[in-house]
């Protein structure tokens, strides 16, 4: 079955450098979410959307931005990137059942790790 | 996750019973669920509950809600060292995911 898939699973960048990190859902789910994971910690929620609106917003700094486009796939992008950005960034999708509705199953992708030096 | 709390470690021998409890403090999540992690790897959702039900049994897996305690548990049967990941408990009070600290389950033969 296809799964959330995450590119690219690697990234080195330096500080105040860009980076984009692109999700593609699972076919036919409309909701994505972006999940920040730093070592040793709990996933925590960025943003996310529906119908490429965005539904909901978490701890996402200034610096990052993130839209879905038409084919629902969905980049996040970090500017001007900070030691603390290295983490574990994750993508989920879910087939929603509107805006602000509780999914019953969201599916991660593996994850792409984010490294700042 | 502050408004997810799970023990941090929890160390078993194969064939015994895992049991990793969580607790949450929205009683609005409509669902719970336990997700696992092993090293390196992506979430993996293991299971869910639903609110209203105070039990769940899944094969090896076996999740208690005790609602009004805000208590909710895992218990993995038979555990094998190929259980041995981060196991994390999430509420979903507002469409997203909160997610406990996670625990760390190890296996030892």
């Known amino acids: 079955a296809a799964g959330v898939i995450q590119s690219p699973r690697h990234l080195i960048k330096e500080k105040r450098e860009t980076a984009t990190l692109k999700c593609y859902p699972i076919p036919r789910h409309d909701t994505v979410y972006w999940y920040q994971q730093g070592p040793g910690q709990d996933p925590q929620f960025l943003i996310s959307?529906?119908?490429?609106?965005?539904?909901d917003k978490g701890s996402i700094p200034d610096r990052f931005s993130a839209q879905q486009f038409s084919d629902y796939h969905s980049e996040l992008n970090m500017s001007s990137l900070e030691l603390g950005d290295s983490a574990l960034y994750f993508c989920?999708?879910?087939?929603?059942?509107?805006?602000?509705?509780?999914?019953?199953?969201?599916?991660f992708g593996q994850g792409t790790r984010l490294t700042v030096v | 996750g502050e408004d997810v709390e799970q023990s941090l470690f929890l160390s078993v021998r194969e064939g015994d019973s895992s049991v990793i409890n969580c607790t949450y403090t929205?009683?609005?999540?409509?669902?719970l669920y336990w997700y696992k992690q092993e090293p390196g790897a992506g979430l993996q959702l293991l299971t869910y509950?639903?609110?209203?039900?105070d039990m769940k049994q899944d094969q090896r897996l076996t999740v208690l809600l005790n609602k009004k305690d805000k208590h909710l548990s895992l218990r993995i049967a038979d555990t094998q060292t190929g259980d041995s990941a981060i196991y994390f408990c999430a509420e979903n009070p507002t469409g997203k995911l909160i997610f406990g600290q996670g625990t760390t389950l190890q296996v030892k033969p």
């Open positions: 509950i639903f609110s209203n039900m």
């Open positions: 959307f529906y119908e490429k609106m965005q539904s």
């Open positions: 989920a999708s879910s087939p929603s059942t509107g805006l602000g509705n509780r999914y019953t199953e969201a599916f």
């Open positions: 929205d009683s609005s999540s409509t669902y």
